[in-house]
């Protein structure tokens, strides 16, 4: 599965385990791939690089984007459905209302 974002396909993984959600991106440098998770929240403790974060609604419609955030951090939003972990500077040309595209392999 992968994210397209500004026109550049990432692979994207799902954090759909207990481990999974629970390591995510921790402890890991040269991240060049994506992760998504079903959920409101996440943080950005133990991280080694930062970080660009896309938080969607039920339909995939962004609600805020977050760009090149740094290590110790707690995203919530009520309104969350879905959070995307992206390489560091992976967003540049997203705004908030777009719709998240998946391609499916």
């Given at each position: 599965?992968?994210?397209?974002?500004?026109?550049?396909?990432?692979e994207?993984?799902?954090?759909?385990?207990?481990?999974?959600?629970?390591?995510?991106?921790?402890?890991?440098?040269n991240?060049?791939?994506?992760?998504?998770?079903k959920?409101?929240?996440?943080?950005?403790?133990?991280?080694?690089?930062k970080?660009d974060?896309?938080?969607?609604?039920?339909?995939?419609n962004?609600?805020?984007?977050?760009?090149?955030?740094?290590?110790?951090k707690?995203?919530?939003?009520?309104?969350?459905?879905?959070?995307?972990?992206?390489p560091?500077?992976?967003?540049?040309?997203?705004?908030?209302?777009?719709?998240?595209?998946?391609?499916e392999?």
């Open positions: 599965m992968k994210i397209i974002i500004d026109k550049q396909e990432i994207l993984q799902r954090a759909n385990s207990f481990f999974k959600r629970l390591k995510g991106f921790m402890f890991l440098t991240i060049k791939k994506a992760l998504l998770f959920t409101k929240s996440i943080h950005t403790f133990f991280m080694r690089e970080l974060i896309i938080v969607t609604n039920k339909n995939n962004i609600i805020k984007i977050y760009k090149n955030l740094d290590k110790n707690i995203i919530f939003h009520k309104d969350a459905c879905y959070i995307y972990e992206l560091n500077n992976s967003v540049s040309n997203l705004q908030i209302g777009d719709k998240i595209i998946i391609k392999d």
